[in-house]
């Protein structure tokens, strides 16, 4: 059983948007942080945004403040991350990542080594 799977990934116009969905099992997921990081070839991944899955400590990287939203149904187990005005360089394979510790709670930010867990990645490709 893979315990995350993204999903809405493709391609979209420069000021589009996309959901990101990214559906979790097999783990306690009810009290874990997840969060989206991003990987451009030949460049390090990078955090884009997290969330605990009560709804509280969404965290947000400079890069994505008021143009993407976090959110989580804790009753599906699922993490969405909607992205408004898109732009070429937002384009990337975009992964899910669990910390079923829930670590996000603590200060700092988001912290990769905290994401244990992780899916496979969906592509979203964004053409000017």
């Known amino acids: 059983q893979v315990p995350l799977v993204e999903s809405g990934g493709g391609p979209v116009q420069a000021g589009g948007s996309l959901r990101l969905s990214c559906a979790a099992s097999?783990?306690?997921?009810?009290?874990?942080?997840i969060a989206w990081f991003r990987q451009i070839p030949g460049k390090g991944r990078e955090g884009v945004a997290h969330i605990h899955m009560s709804g509280s400590s969404s965290y947000y990287a400079d890069f994505v403040k008021g143009r993407f939203t976090i959110f989580e149904d804790s009753i599906q187990n699922t993490v969405s991350l909607q992205m408004h005005r898109l732009e070429p360089e937002d384009s990337a394979t975009y992964y899910c990542a669990a910390d079923p510790h829930g670590r996000c709670r603590l200060a700092g930010g988001l912290r990769e080594y905290y994401y244990t867990l992780w899916g496979q990645g969906t592509q979203v490709t964004v053409s000017s």
């Open positions: 097999g783990f306690a997921s009810s009290t874990s942080c």
